[in-house]
T-cell receptor
Framework: DTAVSQTPKYLVTQMGNDKSIKCEQN?????MYWYKQDSKKFLKIMFS???????INETVPNRFSPKSPDKAHLNLHINSLELGDSAVYFC??????????????FGPGTRLTVT | TQLLEQSPQFLSIQEGENLTVYCNSS?????LQWYRQEPGEGPVLLVT?????EVKKLKRLTFQFGDARKDSSLHITAAQPGDTGLYLC????????FGTGTSLTVIP
């Protein structure tokens, strides 16, 4: 049973296109996250949702828009894709908003390549 | 931004050797996690340490949280090729702040 799943695993698209990445968790967690991992493997948080409400919105271009239809799903829509958006995007979930810090559970990642 | 510096950045050792990875920050965290990430996969949570000075053992892996809750170390005894991967520390504050990563290669 997959705990945190993401689709698609790979996404190759041209500049200017709009694309979405979907994420689902079956762990019953309240909090979900989107991270971007660059070519140097640094993980940077983009967004965090707690019970469908946005709680963290780091400095991310407004071309990126997260949507959480329910607490088990957090999707990421990207408009007008740019070359610099190429990276691996990870969805994650945790049982609490960072404070208790029990840790996060990550999806397998979506490798986005913009050409 | 609460920066977590890991050292070394890269480590290549022979099977059977011991190693230590460090995670340092000037910020205090309520807890700290260690993850291992293998190529093409997401990070996998190894351990969470909460109390300053806490030591946790997971088979051949020993994790320590600094007394001031600003730093942590991961020690691996008798490394095996299966330990190869990217090791990431993450500090918990009002969000999770990830370290710069340590890429470990264990040569058979």
């Amino acid at each position: 049973d997959t705990a945190v799943s993401q689709t698609p695993k790979y996404l190759v698209t041209q500049m200017g296109n709009d694309k979405s990445i979907k994420c689902e968790q079956n762990l019953g967690h309240d909090t979900m996250y989107w991270y971007k991992q660059d070519s140097k493997k640094f993980l940077k948080i983009m967004f965090s949702y707690n019970n469908k409400e946005l709680i963290i919105n780091e400095t991310v271009p407004n071309r990126f828009s997260p949507k959480s239809p329910d607490k088990a799903h957090l999707n990421l829509h990207i408009n007008s894709l740019e070359l610099g958006d190429s990276a691996v995007y990870f969805c994650a979930s945790s049982p609490a908003v960072g404070l208790a810090g029990r840790g996060q559970y990550f999806g397998p990642g979506t490798r986005l390549t913009v050409t | 931004t609460q920066l977590l510096e890991q050292s070394p950045q890269f480590l290549s050792i022979q099977e059977g050797e011991n190693l230590t990875v460090y995670c340092n920050s000037s910020s205090v965290f309520s807890s700290l996690q260690w993850y291992r990430q293998e190529p093409g996969e997401g990070p996998v949570l190894l351990v969470t340490v909460v109390t300053g000075g806490e030591v946790k053992k997971l088979k051949r892996l020993t994790f320590q949280f600094g007394d001031a809750r600003k730093d942590s170390s991961l020690h691996i005894t008798a490394a095996q090729p299966g330990d190869t991967g990217l090791y990431l520390c993450a500090g918990a504050g009002n969000q999770f702040y990830f370290g710069t990563g340590t890429s470990l290669t264990v040569i058979p």
